[in-house]
T-cell receptor, first 115, second 111 residues
Framework: AQSVTQLGSHVSVSEGALVLLRCNYS??????LFWYVQYPNQGLQLLLK??????LVKGINGFEAEFKKSETSFHLTKPSAHMSDAAEYFC?????????????FGTGTRLTIIP | EAQVTQNPRYLITVTGKKLTVTCSQN?????MSWYRQDPGLGLRQIYY???????DKGDVPEGYKVSRKEKRNFPLILESPSPNQTSLYFC??????????FGPGTRLTVL
């Protein structure tokens, strides 16, 4: 069975500082991994995905994530936080061959940006 | 514009009164799914459908029904809603070669 653990339900960073959101996964097969962002009162938007190509994945809005098999991690980073990054972020894992089947989500991390 | 639409966006109802939340996508996607989002629990899958007339249970199917008579539509049915079904519901769709696109969500309150 697959599972996702997001460490820290709330993270606060200053504007311009590094953003680091942590995600660890468990999967019995090589996983497909995703980060989604949810802005207030909106649906989920895909930030980036790992599908076994490059281990460092670049996404939208300056975010990137690195797949580390030895650590079973897929942490999300952004070098310099912007006020518009304030949102809730979800890590998800899929064992589907195409990465588009059943998604198992983490419990989410709410990111607050301090001016 | 490619999109997943849900209706209604907000709904307040009473225990036991049957309701349907509609979901429609205009991308000719085969795969559609329903999730509920609850604080501290993230998103959990309720039901999914791999294609027309093919549906299966997700992690939390109790109290819900779905149907997939047309490729574009995937309604979620609550035959007898209860307060523990108060939640934020998301529909999603994808092709077999792409990731899931999510609708804007339906906030349901059952009194």
């Amino acid at each position: 069975a697959q599972s996702v653990t997001q460490l820290g339900s709330h993270v606060s960073v200053s504007e311009g500082a590094l953003v680091l959101l942590r995600c660890n996964y468990s999967s019995s097969v090589p996983p497909y991994l995703f980060w989604y962002v949810q802005y207030p009162n909106q649906g989920l938007q895909l930030l980036l995905k790992y599908t076994s190509a490059a281990t460092l994945v670049k996404g939208i809005n300056g975010f990137e994530a690195e797949f580390k098999k030895s650590e079973t991690s897929f942490h999300l980073t952004k070098p310099s936080a912007h006020m518009s990054d304030a949102a809730e972020y979800f890590c998800a894992v899929s064992e589907g061959a195409r990465g588009n089947e059943k998604l198992t989500f983490g419990t989410g991390t709410r990111l607050t940006i301090i001016p | 514009e490619a999109q997943v639409t849900q209706n209604p966006r907000y709904l307040i109802t009473v225990t036991g009164k049957k309701l349907t939340v509609t979901c429609s996508q205009n991308m000719n996607h085969e795969y559609m799914s329903w999730y509920r989002q609850d604080p501290g629990l993230g998103l959990r899958q309720i039901y999914y459908s791999m294609n027309v007339e093919v549906t299966d249970k997700g992690d939390v199917p109790e109290g819900y029904k779905v149907s997939r008579k047309e490729k574009r539509n995937f309604p979620l049915i609550l035959e007898s809603p209860s307060p523990n079904q108060t939640s934020l519901y998301f529909c999603a769709s994808s092709s077999y070669t792409d990731t899931q696109y999510f609708g804007p969500g339906t906030r349901l309150t059952v009194l």
